[in-house]
C-alpha cells in the first residue's frame, strides 16, 4: 500500500529554505542527487494542464442527437466556444475546465494522456472538451463524487480564459525521491530534513522551526502507561476537545493533494501534514473510544487478533507492541491504528499520539504482518525520539487553528526513557585529509558540519564534534561518518582522481583459477565443447532420476520454488537437463561446467576464525558431457578429452580400473581417473537407464574431474629427449585375442620386454566380419632402434619375435 | 665445312622461330642434334678426316655453334614450359568464396567467462590477486564480519537463502564475505579481486535472477584513500568501456563501507548524451564503492588506526548483458544454445 517513493513538494522545501528564483526544482534535485538521495524525477504540476482553462458555460441544451448528450455555448475570455458535454451537472452559469484543442487528457481518466483535437460528436462539432477531475489528474483536489459529474470550479469566482493551473496556483514542482536511498537516514523523511541538506548544499540558512509550547487546558488529563520502554523509548500524547471533523482548509488540501496524498478530513490531514514536514507519523485517536482516556503500551497477546483501519483481520504474536487501553486493543505500535478507534464526523475529543518506538521491532512487527505504512516506513529507520515533542506541538497549533472550538484538555503527558549518544567526536584535520587524498579547508569543513547541525569546536589540529540528535540514532557515531559528511556536501566530483602507489611484486598465483580457465580453453578452442552456466539447485526429481538419495544433498530453507529445493553434489545432473533441452536439431551436443559442488561429509573452511565448526566440503569440478544420436559408444569421445587433457595441462592424469565404481554408471564401460594414487575423477557412459529417465534420445559419455584436488596435484614435467641420431625400425602387428584382453594389459607385458623397443602403440581394433564372436583384432605400430648405432635386420628380427612369443604365451594370441 | 657449320646455325635459329609447341620443338632438337642422323652430328662426323690444323679450327667453330643452337632451343623450351604452366593453373581455379568442408565446428566460452577473464587480466597486471570463496558461506562472513547487524533488512529471508538445519549457514548474497576472509589470511598491504557466483532469494524475470556474477575487489594500505578509489575504478571502467568513458560517484548506503557510493559511467552507447539504454540520462549505473568500515578491518585483524582502504563491487552478469545487448538475464543460466552458441 506504501509506496517505493516519498514526493517532496518544492513550494513546501522553500518555505524552510530561502532560496532565490533563479534556482529551479532541477537544479536543487540534481544537487540532491549528488550529494543525498536518489531522485528519481522533477515533475511540474502545471505541465498536464497546458491549454486548460477556465470556461464559463452561457448555455447547455440538449443534444440535437443525443439524449445524455449537452450542447454547449462556453466563454473562454476572448472567444466562444461550442462543446458536446457528457456531464450530468453541466449548468448555464457555471465555471468549468475547458480544455481547449491541443490540451491533454485521459478520457474518462484512464489510459494515457490524449491531445485534443477538434470533433465531431453526433454531428455536431466540439472545440475541446469539459473535463472531468479525473481527466486532468486533480481527483485528489476535486473528488469526483459521481462517474459523469465534471468539475465545478463556480465557488473560484475565476475570468474566463484564466490558465486553470494559475487560478489553482498549481506552480509547484514535485520531487520524487527513492525511499531505498533514505534507508540509513531517518532525518530525512520530511520536508524539513530534505530542507536542511538543500541549505547546506546552496549555501542558505535553514529556517528554525517553530512550534508554539502546549498550554494546559482545563479537564482530565489523558494518562500514559508503557510497559516496555526498550520497544517504546518516548510516548507523548495530548487531549484535544471541542474538535469539530470536517473537510480541510484548501491550503492544507493543496499541500497535501501536491504530494500525492488524498484530503480525508481536517485531523487526519494534520497528522498526515505533520508527518509530512518533520518525518514524525502521529495517530489520532477518538478519546471517547479509549476507556478512561488511559493509553497502554504493551506486547500483543499470541494469537490476538485485530481488525485495522484498512479493514483487514490481523493476527499477532508476543513480539509485537500495541497501543491498548485497559480493556482492548487500539492500534499496532507505529504500523497501523485499528478500524474501531479512529476518529468519525461525531468525534469531538481527540487524543494525539507522538511516540518513538524501536526500530528493530516495527520493522520485525511490519515484514510478518506483510503490513507495511508511512509509519512503519518511518519508525524501522530509527527515528530521533527529540521529534515527538515538537510534532506534537506542531498538530496541537494547527488543530487549534483549523478547528475554532478546539481547546486544549489537561496537560500533555509523557512517558519517556531515552537517550540519545551524541558524542563528541574527534574529528582530526589529518584523518580527513589522508581518507579523501585531498585538502580541504578547516573553514569549509566547519561550514558544512555546522549547517547540518553538528556542534563543532575546533580542538587541536581538528575538532570535536558534537552529533545533532537527529542523526544520532543511526547513522553518525565515528570520525569516518563525519568524512562522508564533509565529502558528500563538499562534492565528489572536485575530488581528484590518483592511483596508489606499491611494490612491484607479482601477485599470488591463484592455481585453481589458472588450470580452470587452462581447461575452459582447451575445451571450447580443441575439443569444440560449448560451455554452459548452470544454477547450483537441482530437484529431488533430479535426483530420483539418476538413482541418488536426496538424504544425501544439502537443502534450501526457503526454496524460491519448491522445484529446486537442493544444492548439487555434482554438475551432472543439470548438464544432463540441458541435453535434454537441446536434443531437438542438434545432432551432436557437447557441453560442459565448470563449478562448485556441495557435499556436506567434506571439510570445507572456518565458519568463523576462531570457531572449529566447519563449511560443507565445496569444490570445483569440471564435468563434460558428448552426446552424439546413433554413437553408441560415446565413451571413445570422453576418453578423447581426458586425453587431450592429459596431454596438455594435465600430464599426470591416468585411465583407470579403480575407482570406476558409481551409481549412474555404465557397468562395463566406466573408469577412474587417477592422478598418482588419488582418485581424482570418472569417465564413463551413462548408465542407459539413467539416460531414458531424462529422456536423452541418445547415449551419454561422461567425464569428471575434481579440479581444486588436481589443481594442487598438478606437476609440470619436461619429457624432452634428445632427437634420435640413428634410424629406426618400425614394425606392425595384428593379433587375433579374446575380447577380455586389456589393451594396458599387453602394453605393461610388452614395454621392457627388449631393450630395443621404444615404443608400442595401437592403431586399430576390429570386431566382426572375419573375427570369432568372442575375439577381436587389434593392430600395433612397433619402433625398435638403438641409441648408439644403426640396426641390422638380424637382430631386429629377433627382439620382434620375442614380442610374438609373449603376445602368443600370455595373451594366447594368434599372429595374423 | 664451316660454311655448312654456320648454314646449319641460320637454318637452325630461323626454324626455331616458327616451332609452336614443345613435340615441334623436340623434332627439331632430334633433327639437329640428334645422336643418329642429326644433321650437326652428321656433318661433324666429317672432322676427323681434316687434318689436325683444320681440326681445331672447325672443332672450336662447331662447339660454339652447338652451344648456341642448344642455348636457343633451352631458352624456347623454357618459354614453352612456363605457357604450359600457366595455362595449367589457369585450369585449376578455386571457388574462394567456397568454405573449408566440412564446416568447422567450435566450441564456446559462456559470455560470463569471457568477461571475467579479460578483468583477470586487467587487476592481475595492476597487482590484484585473484580469489574466489565458498559459495555457501557462514552468516559471519558474509554479514556480521562486514558490519551487517542482526536486524538489517539484507538478513530478511526475502533476500537471503538459508540452509535447512544449519541456521548459520547462507548461500553467499555477495562476494564481499572474501574481503574478511582475505584480510585474515594475507593482511597488509592487499590488492585482489574476487569473481563469483552469488545468490539471491529474488524471483527471476527478464532483469533478476536468483543466481548472478559479481566481482569484488579490496586494496588496503596504509594511505589507501578516496582519491585512490576513484582512479582505480577509473581505469577499470576505461578498460571495459573505452578510454572516453567518465566516472560519477553518488552517496550510496553500504553497512561495510563508509563513505559509500554508488558509482555510474558514460553510457558507452550515446557516449552520454542519452539514449534508450541509459534512459536518456547518459549514465549508467554499474558498481558500489566506499572506503572499508573500520569494523571491517578490525573483523580483519587489521588495525583501522594504521591501515584504510577501499572495496567496490559490480555484476559481471549486469556487464556481460550491457557489453553484449542481451536483453533477457535469464538466458545467461539457461543453457540455451541458441544463445550459448553466439559467444
Redesign the interface.
Known amino acids: 500500500m506504501t509506496k517505493h517513493y516519498m514526493l517532496i513538494s518544492y513550494q513546501w522545501l522553500k518555505k524552510y529554505v530561502n532560496l532565490p528564483d533563479s534556482i529551479t526544482a532541477e537544479e536543487v534535485a540534481a544537487r540532491l542527487?549528488?550529494?543525498?538521495?536518489?531522485v528519481e524525477n522533477v515533475e511540474f504540476q502545471g505541465k498536464n494542464l497546458e491549454n486548460v482553462v477556465v470556461g464559463k458555460v452561457l448555455s447547455a441544451e440538449k443534444h440535437p442527437n443525443a439524449d445524455k448528450l449537452k450542447l454547449c455555448k462556453v466563454d473562454v475570455g476572448n472567444e466562444k466556444l461550442q462543446i458536446v458535454c457528457g456531464g450530468s451537472n453541466v449548468v448555464a452559469g457555471m465555471l468549468v475546465a475547458l480544455a481547449k484543442v491541443g490540451a491533454k487528457v485521459k478520457w474518462h481518466g484512464e489510459g494515457e494522456l490524449i491531445e485534443l483535437k477538434p470533433a465531431k460528436i453526433r454531428d455536431v462539432e466540439s472545440a475541446g472538451m469539459i473535463c472531468a477531475s479525473t481527466e486532468i489528474g486533480l481527483a485528489e483536489l476535486f473528488p469526483l463524487k459521481d462517474e459523469k459529474e465534471i468539475m465545478d470550479i463556480t465557488h473560484l469566482k475565476a475570468r474566463p480564459g484564466t490558465p486553470l493551473a494559475q487560478v489553482l496556483g498549481l506552480n509547484d514542482s514535485v520531487l520524487e525521491i527513492d525511499n531505498k536511498?533514505l534507508?540509513?537516514?531517518p532525518d530525512l523523511w520530511g520536508h524539513y530534513g530534505i530542507a536542511r541538506e538543500v541549505a547546506v548544499l546552496f549555501n542558505k540558512n535553514l529556517k528554525e522551526y517553530k512550534t508554539d509550547k502546549i498550554k494546559p487546558g482545563k479537564g482530565g488529563a489523558v494518562k500514559v502507561e508503557v510497559e516496555n520502554t526498550k520497544l517504546c523509548p518516548r510516548y507523548v500524547a495530548v487531549a484535544v476537545s471541542g474538535v469539530k471533523v470536517g473537510p480541510s482548509p484548501e491550503w492544507l488540501k493543496k499541500s497535501l493533494s501536491a504530494i500525492g496524498l488524498r484530503s480525508i478530513n481536517n485531523i487526519v490531514d494534520i497528522t498526515n501534514f505533520v508527518m509530512m514536514d518533520l518525518g514524525q507519523p502521529l495517530h489520532a485517536f477518538d478519546a471517547a473510544k479509549v476507556v478512561d482516556t488511559t493509553i497502554v503500551v504493551r506486547a500483543a497477546k499470541d494469537g490476538e487478533e485485530f481488525i485495522t483501519l484498512d479493514g483487514e483481520k490481523r493476527k499477532l504474536d508476543s513480539s509485537m507492541l500495541m497501543i491498548a487501553d485497559q480493556s482492548k486493543a487500539l492500534a499496532i505500535a507505529g504500523v497501523m491504528g485499528g478500524l474501531d478507534s479512529g476518529i468519525t464526523d461525531q468525534t469531538n475529543t481527540i487524543i494525539f499520539e507522538s511516540a518513538n518506538f524501536d526500530?528493530?521491532s516495527i520493522?520485525?512487527t511490519s515484514?510478518k504482518l506483510g503490513l507495511r505504512s508511512d509509519a512503519s516506513a518511518r519508525f524501522e529507520k530509527s527515528l530521533d525520539p527529540s521529534l515527538a515533542m515538537p510534532a506534537l506541538q506542531k498538530a496541537v497549533e494547527l488543530v487549534l487553528q483549523i478547528c475554532p472550538g478546539a481547546k486544549v484538555a489537561g496537560k500533555v503527558v509523557e512517558a519517556s526513557k531515552f537517550s540519545v549518544k551524541q558524542g563528541p567526536i574527534m574529528l582530526s584535520m589529518g584523518l580527513l585529509e589522508?581518507?579523501?587524498?585531498?585538502k580541504i579547508s578547516k573553514k569549509e569543513v566547519e561550514r558544512i558540519l555546522t549547517q547540518l547541525g553538528f556542534e563543532v569546536k575546533s580542538k587541536g589540529e581538528g575538532f570535536a564534534v558534537k552529533i545533532p540528535t537527529w542523526r544520532a540514532t543511526k547513522?553518525i557515531s565515528?570520525a569516518?561518518?563525519l568524512?562522508?559528511e564533509i565529502?558528500?556536501m563538499y562534492g565528489?566530483?572536485k575530488?581528484?582522481?590518483?592511483?596508489?602507489m606499491?611494490?612491484?611484486?607479482?601477485?599470488?598465483e591463484?592455481k585453481?583459477?589458472k588450470l580452470e580457465?587452462e581447461v575452459?580453453?582447451i575445451?571450447?578452442?580443441s575439443?569444440?565443447?560449448?560451455?554452459?552456466?548452470?544454477?547450483?539447485f537441482v530437484s529431488g526429481e533430479q535426483i530420483a532420476k539418476i538413482g541418488d538419495d536426496p538424504a544425501k544433498y544439502?537443502?534450501?530453507?526457503?526454496?524460491?520454488s519448491k522445484e529446486k529445493p537442493y544444492?548439487r553434489r555434482c554438475l551432472l545432473l543439470?548438464?544432463l537437463?540441458?541435453l535434454e533441452?537441446?536434443q531437438a536439431g542438434?545432432n551432436t551436443?557437447?557441453?560442459f561446467e565448470i563449478?562448485?559442488v556441495?557435499r556436506e561429509e567434506d571439510s570445507?573452511?572456518?565458519?568463523?576464525?576462531n570457531k572449529d565448526?566447519l563449511?560443507?566440503g565445496?569444490d570445483t569440478w569440471f564435468t563434460a558431457v558428448y552426446m552424439e544420436k546413433k554413437n553408441n559408444t560415446p565413451f571413445w569421445a570422453a576418453r578423447g578429452v581426458v586425453e587431450t587433457l592429459s596431454k596438455t595441462i594435465l600430464p599426470g592424469i591416468v585411465v583407470s580400473k579403480s575407482g570406476a565404481d558409481g551409481f549412474a554408471r555404465h557397468p562395463s564401460r566406466s573408469a577412474g581417473l587417477m592422478m598418482g594414487e588419488k582418485n581424482v575423477g570418472s569417465l564413463y557412459e551413462l548408465h542407459p537407464k539413467v539416460g531414458s529417465n531424462f529422456g536423452l534420445e541418445g547415449r551419454v559419455g561422461v567425464v569428471k574431474i575434481n579440479l581444486s584436488f588436481v589443481a594442487d596435484l598438478q606437476q609440470f614435467e619436461t619429457t624432452y629427449a634428445p632427437v634420435p641420431a640413428f634410424p629406426a625400425v618400425e614394425r606392425d602387428l595384428a593379433i587375433i585375442v579374446k575380447k577380455n584382453i586389456a589393451h594396458q594389459d599387453i602394453l605393461s607385458a610388452l614395454l621392457g620386454a627388449d631393450p630395443l623397443l621404444q615404443s608400442v602403440s595401437l592403431f586399430d581394433v576390429y570386431e566382426g566380419a572375419n573375427v570369432s564372436a568372442e575375439y577381436k583384432s587389434m593392430a600395433y605400430h612397433f619402433i625398435y632402434r638403438n641409441n648408439e648405432r644403426t640396426l641390422v635386420t638380424e637382430e631386429v628380427e629377433k627382439a620382434h619375435q620375442k614380442i610374438i612369443d609373449i603376445l602368443k604365451k600370455s595373451f594366447n594370441a594368434e599372429v595374423r | 665445312m664451316q660454311d655448312k657449320l654456320q648454314q646449319i646455325k641460320t637454318e637452325a635459329l630461323l626454324a626455331l622461330k616458327s616451332v609452336k609447341d614443345k613435340i615441334q620443338l623436340e623434332e627439331l632438337e632430334i633433327k639437329l642434334l640428334g645422336r643418329k642422323g642429326g644433321q650437326l652430328t652428321e656433318l661433324l662426323k666429317g672432322l676427323k678426316d681434316l687434318s689436325e690444323d683444320a681440326k681445331r679450327e672447325v672443332g672450336q667453330l662447331a662447339n660454339e655453334i652447338k652451344k648456341d643452337i642448344e642455348s636457343a632451343l633451352a631458352k624456347k623450351k623454357t618459354e614453352f614450359v612456363q605457357q604450359e604452366m600457366a595455362g595449367l593453373l589457369e585450369k585449376e581455379n578455386l571457388d574462394i568464396t567456397q568454405p573449408s568442408l566440412p564446416p568447422k565446428?567450435?566450441?564456446?566460452?559462456?559470455p560470463?567467462?569471457i568477461i571475467q577473464?579479460d578483468l583477470?587480466d586487467l587487476f592481475?597486471s595492476m597487482?590484484?590477486?585473484?580469489?574466489?570463496?565458498?559459495?555457501?558461506?557462514?552468516e559471519?562472513?558474509n554479514f556480521s564480519a562486514l558490519n551487517i547487524p542482526a536486524?538489517h533488512?539484507a538478513r530478511?529471508?526475502q533476500d537471503t537463502?538459508?540452509?535447512?538445519?544449519h541456521s548459520?549457514?547462507v548461500?553467499r548474497t555477495h562476494t564481499s564475505p572474501m574481503q574478511v576472509?582475505a584480510m585474515?589470511k594475507y593482511g597488509t598491504?592487499l590488492?585482489?579481486i574476487v569473481p563469483g557466483?552469488c545468490?539471491r532469494?529474488?524471483?527471476?524475470d527478464v532483469r533478476h535472477e536468483?543466481?548472478f556474477y559479481q566481482l569484488e575487489g579490496v586494496?588496503v594500505?596504509k594511505?589507501?584513500?578516496?582519491?585512490?578509489m576513484?582512479?582505480?575504478l577509473?581505469?577499470v571502467f576505461k578498460h571495459i568501456f573505452g578510454p572516453e568513458t567518465k566516472i560519477?560517484?553518488?552517496?550510496?548506503?553500504y553497512p561495510f563501507v563508509?563513505?559509500?557510493?554508488n558509482g555510474e559511467v558514460t553510457c558507452y552507447l550515446c557516449k552520454g548524451k542519452g539514449c534508450r539504454l541509459c534512459k536518456q540520462t547518459g549514465w549508467l549505473e554499474v558498481f558500489g564503492a566506499g572506503?572499508i568500515?573500520?569494523n571491517v578491518l578490525k573483523e580483519g585483524?587489521i588495525d583501522p588506526n594504521i591501515y584504510?582502504g577501499f572495496a567496490f563491487g559490480f555484476g559481471l552478469t549486469r556487464l556481460a548483458m550491457l557489453k553484449y545487448g542481451i536483453e533477457d538475464i535469464r538466458l545467461?543460466?539457461s543453457?540455451?544454445?541458441k544463445f550459448?552458441?553466439q559467444f
Request: proline content about 6%; hydrophobic content about 30%.
Open positions: 542527487k549528488a550529494s543525498t538521495v536518489e536511498s534507508s540509513n537516514r526500530a528493530a520493522r520485525h515484514t589522508k581518507k579523501i587524498g585531498t547513522d565515528i569516518e561518518d568524512v562522508e565529502l558528500r565528489y566530483d575530488i581528484e582522481s590518483s592511483l596508489p606499491f611494490a612491484i611484486n607479482p601477485p599470488e591463484n585453481l583459477r580457465r575452459k580453453n575445451l571450447a578452442n575439443l569444440s565443447y560449448t560451455e554452459v552456466y548452470n544454477y547450483s544439502i537443502a534450501l530453507d526457503n526454496p524460491l544444492l543439470n548438464l537437463e540441458n533441452q537441446n542438434n551436443l557437447k557441453l563449478g562448485s556441495f570445507g573452511l572456518r565458519t568463523e576464525s565448526s563449511l560443507p565445496q | 565446428v567450435l566450441g564456446h566460452l559462456h560470463n567467462t577473464n583477470e592481475t597487482g590484484f590477486m585473484v580469489l574466489d570463496g565458498p559459495e555457501l558461506e557462514s559471519y562472513y536486524d533488512p530478511d529471508m537463502f538459508y540452509i535447512k538445519g548459520d549457514w548461500m576472509r585474515q598491504p590488492r585482489m557466483k545468490f532469494n529474488e524471483a527471476t536468483h543466481t586494496v594500505d594511505d589507501i584513500s578516496f582519491a585512490h576513484k582512479g582505480v577509473e581505469s560519477r560517484l553518488r552517496p550510496k548506503f563508509e563513505p559509500g557510493v572506503m568500515h573500520p585483524d584504510q545467461l543460466e543453457g540455451n544454445m550459448l552458441e
